[in-house]
């Protein structure tokens, strides 16, 4: 499948830049498929106005390939989305793991409807970045990619700016989630796709959950042999914004007005440092993101959008301290929440 295949109105709002939450697993206490509150929750993003969804990525547990759901999950998502609503939709799937296993996934994700594969690089840590482009190059010929810089700290691998710049030049390549948590790195991936010349082509979306309003506002200015080419990143792709998904579209679309205006309003780029210290105690800073998922469980918890904060590892849970941090973000920033549009709505979604 080639981007060009992609539905015109939904290749139109990747590369305008949208909102895309990265979707979690709702689990019973067994750890068995909750399928109502996963519904739920798929009704709820798009609702919220989610421009799509990624399903199958690091938000809804890679692990869910070992227990045999990431078909059923994928099939879930897709269908609650065709029955919710006609409005276009990007549906974005994860890729994990060696060649084999991501070409398998991507066929799978093609053929459920999927538009893109979100290309995970975890599996490649021993690989040389000419293997790593290889490895690239062959999953690009199933499915649309979006690339995926993943910090280290949660299994990513640390690549370079010529690496990008390779990436980039992959024809069927459309995005790329600049997710190292890093400055330099995340400079990295916009320096490779401009000397690829490719930004036309591939939309940048930020998944730096620490960065992300001013990821979204402010200009970055590359310089090439004496040339300044200005670059935007105009879209998102969170964990983050798994949780309070109302509010944080308000929030983008907040950005997007301001975007390339000579001044900006402070209480915007002020507004960054709050949605940062809620994901610092959401995504469990304190303790390296051990419990980066379980956090945001929590939050769903509390809004009636999961029944429990299980994750498919029973070890994957919140650190301690972490839900006294929550509580601290969920008081300091309440105008930040969207609990209650959740509640206006939630029981037709659990319907």
Wanted: proline share 3%.
């Amino acid at each position: 499948m080639h981007h060009s295949e992609i539905n015109s109105e939904v290749r139109r709002l990747i590369a305008d830049g949208t909102v895309i939450p990265a979707h979690p697993l709702a689990l019973n206490a067994d750890r068995t498929l909750d399928a109502t509150h996963q519904r739920a929750l798929t009704r709820y993003y798009i609702d919220a106005g989610a421009g799509g969804l990624a399903v199958g990525v690091h938000t809804t547990q890679f692990a869910i390939r070992e227990v045999g759901l990431y078909k059923p999950v994928l099939e879930l998502a897709a269908q609650t989305a065709a029955a919710w609503t006609r409005r276009p939709l990007a549906m974005v799937a994860g890729l994990v793991g060696p060649t084999q296993q991501a070409v398998a996934e991507a066929k799978v994700a093609r053929g459920i409807g999927y538009h893109a594969g979100l290309l995970s690089l975890a599996a490649m840590k021993s690989a040389s970045e000419d293997e790593i482009v290889a490895h690239c190059e062959r999953i690009a010929r199933e499915i649309p990619l979006v690339g995926f810089y993943l910090q280290p700290a949660v299994g990513g691998v640390i690549l370079s700016a010529d690496f990008w710049r390779r990436f980039a030049g992959i024809d069927n390549v459309i995005a790329i989630k600049i997710a190292p948590f890093n400055r330099y790195r995340t400079l990295d991936v916009l320096r490779g796709v401009a000397a690829a010349g490719a930004l036309d082509r591939i939309t940048l979306y930020t998944g730096n959950d620490d960065h992300i309003l001013l990821d979204l506002t402010l200009p970055f200015d590359l310089r090439d042999k004496g040339i300044t080419t200005r670059v935007h990143i105009r879209g998102g792709l969170l964990g983050h914004w798994s949780v309070w998904t109302a509010s944080a579209i308000k929030q983008f679309e907040m950005c997007r007005a301001v975007r390339g205006q000579a001044s900006l309003p402070a209480d915007l780029l002020a507004l960054d440092a709050r949605v940062t210290d809620c994901n610092s105690a959401f995504f469990d800073v304190a303790h390296d993101f051990h419990g980066c998922i379980a956090g945001c469980h929590e939050i769903l918890r509390r809004q009636g959008l999961m029944q429990g904060i299980w994750c498919l590892d029973p070890a994957e849970a919140l650190s301690p301290g972490q839900m006294q941090e929550i509580d601290r973000v969920c008081r300091e920033h309440a105008d930040l929440a969207d609990d209650a549009f959740v509640a206006a709505h939630l029981q037709k979604w659990l319907a």
